[in-house]
């Protein structure tokens, strides 16, 4: 059995995550495609207040300011990864303001966001679900009346149909990740080991992450205080035929509500 560390997300995120992830947290254009469909999704206009909840080096926030947005909050609890998006934000001369805190308590005032995003499945990491179902009460906080909340998430159907007990990719010429898995109930936990060809091994940590079906997550949402939870399906789809391996990624769903 695969055992994890509550509190795993607080140290997992830093360099080698970056590497680790790289098909998807350091992929620009596939950032851009993202973004795009956010902009669909939720009508955005460029003087929303926006929030990007666990947004790690904000590279949709980053993006989202590229194209105009004018009010651009990244929360994070990882120092390092929000180190790195400030410093890119100077580089470019964009404005995103980069704020560390914990999802469960968001150290921003009440009414103050149009919209919260929750990207790239930064949802259902803790080991009790009645602090995920924290996470949404304090977005419901934070969000005027009328405010948009989007949570980009794993397909939960999908994985349970695909599940890969072990795989890997070379996240670079020099290093290679290998994931191993164990689905229990709703919990996915997993064995992450980076290994470099020159000097061994680099990393190996575990970590775990609950699956919640939209319908779940509806009822969710609502429990919260949202109205009108409705699910976009196959929002993100990354053809694993590429030769590139976006972990659980593969498929993604997309569930938006509003605050009422």
Request: charge should be negative.
């Given at each position: 059995?695969?055992?994890?560390?509550?509190?795993?997300?607080?140290s997992l995120f830093d360099e080698v995550y970056l590497l680790t992830d790289?098909?998807?947290?350091?992929?620009?254009?596939?950032?851009?495609?993202?973004?795009?469909?956010?902009?669909?999704?939720?009508?955005?206009?460029?003087?929303?207040?926006?929030?990007?909840?666990?947004?790690?080096?904000?590279?949709?926030?980053?993006?989202?300011?590229?194209?105009?947005?004018?009010?651009?909050?990244?929360?994070?609890?990882?120092?390092?990864?929000?180190?790195?998006?400030?410093?890119?934000?100077?580089?470019?001369?964009?404005?995103?303001?980069?704020?560390?805190?914990?999802?469960?308590?968001?150290?921003?005032?009440?009414?103050?966001?149009?919209?919260?995003?929750?990207?790239?499945?930064?949802?259902?990491?803790?080991?009790?679900?009645?602090?995920?179902?924290?996470?949404?009460?304090?977005?419901?906080?934070?969000?005027?009346?009328?405010?948009?909340?989007?949570?980009?998430?794993?397909?939960?159907?999908?994985?349970?149909?695909?599940?890969?007990?072990?795989?890997?990719?070379?996240?670079?010429?020099?290093?290679?990740?290998?994931?191993?898995?164990?689905?229990?109930?709703?919990?996915?936990?997993?064995?992450?080991?980076?290994?470099?060809?020159?000097?061994?091994?680099?990393?190996?940590?575990?970590?775990?992450?609950?699956?919640?079906?939209?319908?779940?997550?509806?009822?969710?949402?609502?429990?919260?205080?949202?109205?009108?939870?409705?699910?976009?399906?196959?929002?993100?789809?990354?053809?694993?035929?590429?030769?590139?391996?976006?972990?659980?990624?593969?498929?993604?769903?997309?569930?938006?509500?509003?605050?009422?």
């Amino acid at each position: 059995m695969i055992v994890v560390d509550p509190h795993w997300w607080e140290s997992l995120f830093d360099e080698v995550y970056l590497l680790t992830d790289a098909p998807i947290v350091g992929n620009p254009p596939l950032t851009k495609r993202e973004v795009d469909v956010l902009e669909q999704v939720l009508q955005l206009r460029p003087t929303a207040h926006i929030l990007d909840l666990c947004g790690g080096q904000g590279r949709h926030a980053l993006e989202l300011a590229r194209r105009g947005y004018q009010h651009l909050t990244v929360l994070d609890y990882a120092h390092f990864l929000l180190q790195r998006g400030h410093r890119e934000a100077v580089e470019d001369g964009l404005t995103v303001h980069f704020c560390r805190g914990d999802a469960r308590t968001i150290p921003l005032g009440a009414t103050s966001m149009d919209v919260v995003l929750l990207m790239a499945n930064s949802f259902g990491y803790f080991t009790d679900p009645a602090e995920d179902s924290q996470v949404l009460t304090e977005a419901v906080r934070v969000l005027r009346r009328g405010g948009h909340v989007l949570l980009d998430l794993f397909d939960e159907t999908f994985i349970r149909r695909h599940f890969l007990a072990e795989s890997w990719h070379e996240a670079t010429d020099d290093a290679v990740v290998c994931w191993k898995r164990e689905l229990t109930g709703d919990v996915v936990r997993v064995r992450e080991m980076v290994l470099s060809k020159t000097s061994g091994l680099v990393r190996d940590r575990t970590y775990a992450e609950r699956l919640y079906s939209p319908e779940r997550l509806c009822a969710l949402l609502r429990e919260a205080g949202f109205v009108r939870p409705q699910v976009h399906r196959n929002a993100f789809v990354y053809n694993p035929d590429t030769g590139t391996d976006y972990g659980m990624a593969t498929h993604r769903t997309l569930v938006t509500a509003v605050k009422g």
